[in-house]
């Protein structure tokens, strides 16, 4: 079976930036681009021929990181995201309750708030607010970076964490001056708060996955390096993997899979690639991709670790999660045995560290196309930004950060390192392979608004008037690029995928307009009006 789009404008994407009007596909694999007449004559009786009258055609979008399980447990939490005061996290987390109508002692999640946008006072809610939601469900509240949550006091009870409960490394539960624990986890204290939720199976799994995947579709998304091993309390690796091989066996996956392996133990990726494991291993439905870390926190939550203190909080420089040895350790080991490498790094000083440990690793075993990198980079300095380059590491950015970001940089770093950082147009200038995603759930993942920021340098009220650092502002091309072929690169897959040419897969996706003609500021309105994945229509 074939199938046809014509009179269409398709930027393929491809190194000449040229544009086609018809394109021909047979099974899931892109067999002719070209002029209308030319596809015509290649088709028969049997191929579905769509006229795209005019409208704009993209290869199939690449996030190239986000949490896709987490999304998919997240559509079974509390949405805080956007509250504005405690008031407004107790409406929503009681309409939840009701409208759901559970049982007493059931756990109760929600999931983004944002002290920043409160209108009262800026702190992180404790215990107590949320005992003045309910203390008869235990309830855990993550903030919207995923770095910290909150717990009530029958949670804590229920986990046993009370005055004298010891802390844990690389990361700590908040005490009032009488030692008694005020219900704020951070960091790696936050698995002493997950590890009571009840665990879901591997069907539950499945639906969660299968409901963020249909949710991605509607956004054009067709492929996704996503971090989900450890994203469920008490659920292994084997058993996420598990969930997405039996979604391909029976033909749900609705998008290209890219695991981003969190394994942040020694022992742990021992076992892992033990059995066999490694990037690469898969096919091009499901993958394995790098080995993921982390090495610190968020700049909201202000645990990005920096080399020189918070310009707002002086007390602190942020949380590191690994010491360098440690972190020289597992990353050595896993450079060894051919795992890519992926670290989610922040602060300036998260990615010193890290570049540290992926050379030392380059240094005992030389590798040309490691396609290392670091996810997130946000407060670069011009020294990163050289190593970006002199290390050829990929830069995971997200342009949809942006939106909440702009607001708190200068004060949280002051002006000087503000000027530094978030810098795209520079890693674009300086040919640092950018792949651009949304860290879904911590920002939407919908590709329109990544762009629209990306490219504007605003939010998505508009502001700051002029553009954040405008200078650093993408080209809708260089944006685009970054949503497909360079998140391609990423994952090794330049040659299969990431533009529209003959022999690559048949994922694209079909816009509501042009986006390379139309104002920059009205990206954000554009619909994707349809989404081709594995040359099936997947979203119409
Ligand atoms: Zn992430």
Redesign the pocket.
């Known amino acids: 079976m074939s199938f046809a789009l014509i009179n269409g404008k398709i930027y393929t994407m491809d190194k000449n930036f040229s544009q086609v009007e018809a394109v021909l596909m047979r099974g899931n694999k892109i067999i002719k681009t070209g002029t209308k007449s030319e596809i015509l004559s290649m088709a028969d009786e049997t191929t579905n021929i769509i006229d795209l009258k005019g409208k704009t055609v993209l290869p199939g979008f690449n996030d190239s990181?986000?949490?896709l399980v987490n999304y998919g447990s997240s559509l079974m939490q509390v949405d805080l995201i956007g509250a504005q005061s405690m008031d407004e996290i107790k409406e929503r987390v009681q309409k939840f309750i009701q409208d759901g109508a559970i049982g007493k002692g059931t756990w109760v999640r929600g999931r983004g708030w944002n002290q920043d946008y409160f209108l009262g006072e800026k702190v992180f809610p404790d215990r107590y607010d949320l005992d003045n939601i309910s203390r008869e469900y235990p309830i855990i509240l993550t903030r919207a970076c995923?770095h910290v949550a909150v717990a009530n006091s029958l949670a804590l009870e229920l986990i046993g964490i009370k005055k004298g409960s010891p802390q844990v490394d690389g990361g700590y539960f908040d005490i009032d001056q009488k030692g008694e624990p005020l219900g704020i986890f951070r960091e790696n204290a936050l698995d002493l708060l997950y590890s009571a939720v009840p665990r879901p199976t591997i069907q539950e799994i499945k639906e969660m996955m299968i409901l963020a995947m249909d949710d991605m579709t509607s956004c054009g998304i067709t492929s996704v390096g996503t971090?989900d091993l450890q994203s469920i309390p008490g659920v292994g690796y084997e058993e996420i993997i598990t969930a997405y091989l039996e979604l391909k066996q029976e033909g749900k996956l609705k998008v290209r899979i890219y695991e981003q392996c969190l394994i942040p133990e020694l022992s742990l990726l021992e076992e892992f690639i033990g059995k066999g494991y490694k990037t690469g291993w898969g096919d091009e439905l499901f993958k394995i991709g790098p080995l993921k870390l982390l090495i610190d926190g968020s700049l909201g939550a202000r645990t990005a670790a920096l080399n020189e203190p918070y310009a707002d909080d002086p007390s602190t420089s942020g949380i590191v999660t690994k010491s360098q040895d440690e972190l020289n350790e597992i990353v050595s080991f896993a450079h060894d045995n051919n795992m890519q490498i992926a670290i989610?790094g922040i602060g300036d000083k998260g990615m010193y560290m890290s570049f540290e440990a992926m050379e030392n690793a380059l240094n005992e075993k030389p590798a040309d196309d490691h396609r290392n990198g670091i996810?997130?980079c946000q407060i670069t300095d011009e020294y990163l930004l050289r190593k970006f380059k002199d290390l050829n590491a990929i830069a995971y950015i997200q342009p949809i950060f942006m939106d909440y970001d702009w607001k708190i940089v200068k004060d949280r770093i002051g002006a000087k390192r503000e000027k530094t950082s978030y810098n795209w147009k520079t890693m674009s200038d300086m040919g640092i392979n950018f792949a651009c995603g949304s860290?879904s759930p911590?920002e939407s993942f919908n590709v329109m608004y990544g762009i629209y920021e990306g490219v504007t340098r605003k939010d998505m009220e508009g502001k700051p008037e002029g553009g954040w650092l405008p200078d650093q502002a993408l080209s809708v091309k260089e944006a685009v690029q970054g949503y497909t072929i360079n998140g391609a690169f990423a994952s090794f897959e330049e040659s299969i995928k990431g533009s529209i040419e003959e022999g690559k897969m048949a994922d694209m996706v079909v816009l509501s307009q042009d986006i390379f003609k139309i104002n920059p500021t009205k990206i954000k309105d554009v619909n994707v009006d349809m989404t081709i994945f594995n040359g099936e229509i997947v979203f119409k």
């Open positions: 990181h986000m949490h995923g971090d989610h996810v997130h860290d911590v």
